[in-house]
T-cell receptor
Framework: SQQGEEDPQALSIQEGENATMNCSYKTSINNLQWYRQNSGRGLVHLILIRSNEREKHSGRLRVTLDTSKKSSSLLITASRAADTASYFC??????????FGKGTKLTVNP | NAGVTQTPKFQVLKTGQSMTLQCAQDMNHNSMYWYRQDPGMGLRLIYYSASEGTTDKGEVPNGYNVSRLNKREFSLRLESAAPSQTSVYFCATFAGGGLSEKLFFGSGTQLSVL
């Protein structure tokens, strides 16, 4: 399978804590993207990091990319109950086809 | 501005029946995609279309056909549905070309094949 792998598969934290999700992949990439999916809905794009970037921020989100280890991490700081969702990484290898991982299900308890 | 619209939202089929899932976009994007999502499997690409009149297979194309008759619409057809095709199907469009390299998703079609 070309899919990336996220870990953990599930994560449960308290409101205010930070949440870290990891993504590993096997082949070279042009960019790696993170998406969020609320229960029963379509996916929504969160952030994109290019292969020549090491870190990127967007609001409470921080994404890192280590191309030598073929891995990325998504950090959500000061989490809120509304952050409860599934988070997916997707890699784009140059053909405009994104390959998704299996996702991390995040639960933020109030 | 509706974005990406999928119909129907829910469908129940009997094994062997056929149906077409419709997807329409008003974002003027060239590329369109069909994914399926199964529990524990993430999203897997079925077919995609880089432009009007062109289609190509993704990771799991068996049992499906697609049609991209114009820029707006990309349909997915199940000729003879099987229980293994029970899944949630998502259509997506891609804004590429350096403008905004991300997928825009529809709200999904939940399909059950009995």
């Amino acid at each position: 399978s070309q899919q990336g792998e996220e870990d953990p598969q599930a994560l449960s934290i308290q409101e205010g804590e930070n949440a870290t999700m990891n993504c590993s992949y096997k082949t070279s990439i042009n960019n790696l993207q993170w998406y969020r999916q609320n229960s029963g809905r379509g996916l929504v794009h969160l952030i994109l990091i290019r292969s020549n970037e090491r870190e990127k921020h967007s609001g409470r989100l921080r994404v890192t990319l280590d191309t030598s280890k073929k891995s990325s991490s998504l950090l959500i700081t000061a989490s809120r109950a509304a952050d409860t969702a599934s988070y997916f990484c997707a890699r784009e290898g140059g053909s405009e086809k994104l390959v998704f991982g299996k996702g991390t299900k995040l639960t933020v308890n109030p | 501005n509706a974005g990406v619209t999928q119909t129907p939202k829910f469908q129940v089929l009997k094994t062997g029946q056929s149906m077409t899932l419709q997807c329409a976009q008003d974002m003027n994007h060239n590329s369109m995609y069909w994914y399926r999502q199964d529990p524990g499997m993430g999203l897997r690409l079925i077919y995609y279309s880089a432009s009007e009149g062109t289609t190509d297979k993704g990771e799991v194309p068996n049992g499906y056909n697609v049609s991209r008759l114009n820029k707006r619409e990309f349909s997915l057809r199940l000729e003879s549905a099987a229980p293994s095709q029970t899944s949630v199907y998502f259509c997506a469009t891609f804004a590429g070309g350096g403008l905004s390299e991300k997928l825009f998703f529809g709200s999904g079609t939940q399909l059950s094949v009995l």
